[in-house]
């Protein structure tokens, strides 16, 4: 396992299109975390889940995300009707469950709504 | 809520230097951890040192160190010996160790240039 990865690494989309992530995690991780990080910015919490259940959704986390992991393996991060200030890079992290869980990092997606 | 700020947008260095980056917290909690990430330029962003709020003892890994002053709700890094590939973006965040999700909260980053 080569570390947590996700697909695709960049789009670009027009405003009002539906587009979606993929994050595989680290095989052992049972905690899968979903970050955006608009340009110059650290990265913002938006959801994490454990095994498959999702259980923590940020405010930044609007009725047009929506997040899964039916298997709780991989996960998928879907943004409907996008919108310009939706452009941010898409970051996916994965960690055990634990107090000394560090996070690994995926390299991210960044998307460009036009 | 906690915040976490990075008053130096941009720092620089010599290679071989030393450099240190600041960092501010504000929680109302007494156990947390703190952590230093690093964000090369294209690339994933990896964890460079971490300390736990209870531990007095500074944190060290090879050329990074911290300075962490509870009281002060300050976090500085310091690089030794910098290299040329320490060049990166360097974010500060905060974890509570106790809730079930441990979401990190990030600072808005230090953009650090080595010049050789």
């Known amino acids: 396992d080569t570390g947590v990865s996700q697909d695709p690494r960049h789009k670009i989309t027009k405003r009002g299109q539906n587009v979606t992530f993929r994050c595989d995690p680290i095989?052992?991780?049972?905690?899968l975390y979903w970050y955006r990080q608009t340009l110059g910015q650290g990265p913002e919490f938006l959801t994490y889940f454990q095994n498959e259940a999702q259980l923590e959704k940020s405010r930044l986390l609007s009725d047009r995300f929506s997040a899964e992991r039916p298997k709780g393996s991989f996960s998928t991060l879907e943004i409907q009707r996008t919108e310009q200030g939706d452009s941010a890079m898409y970051l996916c992290?994965?960690?055990?469950?634990?107090?000394?869980?560090?996070?690994?990092f995926g390299p991210g997606t960044r998307l460009t709504v036009l | 809520a906690q915040t976490v700020t990075q008053s130096q947008p941009e720092m620089s260095v010599q290679e071989a230097e030393t450099v240190t980056l600041s960092c501010t917290y504000d929680?109302?909690?007494?156990?947390?951890?703190l952590f230093w990430y690093k964000q090369p330029p294209s690339r994933q962003m990896i964890l460079v040192i971490r300390?736990?709020?209870?531990?007095?003892q500074n944190a060290t890994e090879n050329r990074f160190s911290v300075n962490f002053q509870k009281a002060a709700k300050s976090f500085s890094l310091k690089i030794s010996d910098s290299q040329l590939g320490d060049a990166a973006m360097y974010f500060c965040a905060y974890r509570r160790p106790k809730t079930s999700g441990s979401r990190l909260t990030f600072g808005e980053g230090t953009q650090l240039t080595v010049n050789p």
């Open positions: 095989s052992e991780h049972n905690r």
């Open positions: 300390q736990e709020a209870y531990k007095q």
């Open positions: 929680t109302s909690e007494s156990d947390y951890y």
């Open positions: 992290a994965s960690s055990f469950m634990g107090e000394n869980n560090e996070q690994f």
